[in-house]
């Protein structure tokens, strides 16, 4: 049944009454196949009843848990082993959660006298609830088969840094509905899968890890450009987060930091270094130690910064 809903979803002819059809089918299949069960207990009284639903939540929750820990723990091991299946195995954690919630739900709901019987003549009544149940499918479903899609063809996976709009972090969870990542001041931003799923997303460990940042100083035009240039190169070339991103056949060619003049400013002349990291943190890092350290030594070296002089005159 779910199968049969995607596919109407897919195909852009998803309508109420398919939607309604639907939910109907599935839940009358789950309500049958519990009540064949449930018969064997033999619950004649009220009290037999309620201490029947209130063992199953009791049993729901504690396989809820234990599945949940199974899960985290599988996944803290994939992330620890840089395994991209990570992503997978999140995905199918809330399928199974679902699944398991439902099927909880059902049991209760057989449970109660006329109670499955309310439910399927409210499911097939249409009116409201029909509405309600399509403009929820529709949206739901389309959510769900956004989710699909980007396991499918793995856009992004758990733990790579993008870029969505306006939101920069790292993809935190994958769930049916909806995407989390967590930007730089530790916010989760949600977003549907969807609607993530049908953007331009920026991924900088789509394919490599690797980062390249641009550091940018500009100094005056009184300072030695040339002896500016080697102190950017040697500061850059001190630092562990560092990377040589050259090959065997360049390394003797091309220096191991690429250091160029890229704009002659009003007040300035704009130096440009090329910073290369295994990943963004890394590079972010670099960023920030390279803002001391090159601070420091273009002061003992007599480098001057340029910045905005205003000169009044009468």
């Known amino acids: 049944m779910l199968l049969r809903a995607l596919t109407l979803e897919g195909s852009g002819v998803m309508t109420t009454d398919d939607a309604v059809e639907v939910t109907n089918d599935v839940t009358n299949s789950a ?44 996944i803290d091991t994939m992330e620890a082993a840089g395994n991209t299946n990570v992503t997978l195995i999140s995905f199918v954690r809330y399928i199974v959660l679902t699944g398991i919630y439902f099927i909880g739900g059902v049991v209760i709901i057989s449970s109660i006298p006329g109670a499955s019987d309310s439910l399927t003549a409210l499911l097939a009544s249409g009116g409201i609830v029909a509405v309600i149940v399509g403009f929820a499918a529709q949206d739901t479903l389309g959510n769900v088969a956004g989710g699909v899609m980007i396991l499918f063809f793995k856009p992004f996976v758990i733990g790579d840094f993008v870029r969505y709009n306006d939101v920069s972090g790292t993809i935190e969870e994958i769930t049916l509905r909806h995407t989390v990542i967590r930007t730089p001041a530790n916010k989760r931003i949600i977003i549907p899968n969807g609607t993530i799923n049908g953007g331009i997303l920026e991924n900088a460990h789509y394919g490599d890890r690797k980062v390249c940042e641009f550091f940018d100083v500009g100094i005056t035009y009184e300072s030695d450009m040339e002896k500016a240039i080697e102190i950017l190169r040697d500061e850059v070339m001190k630092q562990p987060l560092h990377l040589d991103v050259r090959t065997p056949e360049t390394a003797s060619t091309e220096p191991e930091v690429k250091v160029e003049v890229v704009e002659l400013a009003d007040s300035a002349v704009i130096i440009r270094a090329w910073l290369w990291a295994e990943d963004q943190a890394n590079a972010s890092a670099l960023k920030f130690a390279l803002n001391r350290s090159v601070k420091n030594r273009f002061d003992t070296e007599g480098i001057e910064f340029a910045y905005p002089h205003i000169t009044v005159t009468k």
């Open 31 to 74: 309500i049958e196949g519990v009540q064949s069960v449930t018969s064997f207990f033999h619950l004649p009284t009220w009290f037999g009843r309620l201490l029947f639903i209130v063992i199953t939540l009791v049993v729901v929750l504690s396989v809820v848990r234990m599945v949940n820990k199974v899960f985290r723990r599988t």
